[in-house]
């Protein structure tokens, strides 16, 4: 299946993203993560007329699989258990240096400036650089704000589906917002000549 010209590397770097991404979202389910995105790759195929080339090939394959991974899970109605892995709570210990006992940062944990954002998220490899930030959150948190925050489930439904209380759904987004902004600071902001 090849369509949109796309050469055999590239249409393969593109599912294996899909993949990755929608593993994230159903870890104990790789057959049906595979069936998602071979399925995604087929609506693509037959829709590639509505194609129109204002976005990137590779967003709009997201947006599809985006779509799918969302009615699969709630269809499926399954609850997940998150763990708390070793690493998420050496993050704690990490972020607790970042912040004063009132809450506040501290004058060495405070965020440098970072631009302008709007700058930023119109930069390709700024979106590339993202991606292997979250890639690089423990894989609960990782899917708890993929769910929230790309997905676009509601609080309540992540927190069901990964059968979370309140309280742990907040520390998790915090967690995981925390490890972006901490790895975007150095591998964007801090160095993005590297990168852009």
Same mark, same amino acid.
């Given at each position: ?8 590397? *590239? ?33 693509? $195929? ?7 080339? *204002? ?8 947006? %599809?699989? &985006?779509?799918? %991974? ?7 109605? &399954? ?12 993050m704690d210990e990490a972020f607790e240096s970042h912040f004063s006992e009132n809450g506040h940062w501290t004058a060495s ?6 631009? =302008?954002?709007?700058? =930023? ?5 700024? $979106? /590339? ?5 979250? $890639?690089?959150?423990? *894989? ?7 769910? &929230? *925050?790309?997905?676009?489930? =509601? ?5 069901? /589906?990964? =059968? ?20 975007? /600071? %150095?591998?964007?902001?801090? /160095?993005?000549?590297? $990168?852009?």
């Amino acid at each position: 299946m090849n369509f949109f010209n796309l050469d055999d590397a *590239e249409f393969d770097r593109l599912r294996k993203l899909l993949l990755r991404f929608c593993r994230i979202q159903l870890p104990d389910r790789p057959d049906l993560a595979e069936d998602l995105v071979q399925d995604t790759m087929l609506s693509a $195929y037959r829709a590639c007329d509505q194609f129109k080339g *204002e976005a990137q090939l590779s967003s709009w394959l997201f947006g %599809i699989l &985006k779509n799918k %991974i969302i009615d699969c899970l709630r269809s499926i109605g &399954k609850q997940r258990e998150v763990f708390v892995s070793p690493a998420e709570e050496s993050m704690d210990e990490a972020f607790e240096s970042h912040f004063s006992e009132n809450g506040h940062w501290t004058a060495s944990g405070r965020p440098d400036a970072w631009g =302008s954002p709007d700058q =930023s998220l119109n930069n390709k490899e700024f $979106y /590339q650089v993202l991606q292997a930030c979250l $890639y690089r959150l423990p *894989e609960n948190t990782a899917r708890v704000f993929m769910m &929230k *925050e790309i997905l676009g489930l =509601s609080s309540a439904e992540v927190r069901e /589906q990964c =059968s979370l209380s309140e309280s742990n759904f907040h520390t998790t987004m915090h967690r995981a917002r925390e490890g972006l902004r901490q790895c975007l /600071q %150095i591998k964007w902001f801090n /160095q993005g000549e590297q $990168y852009g």
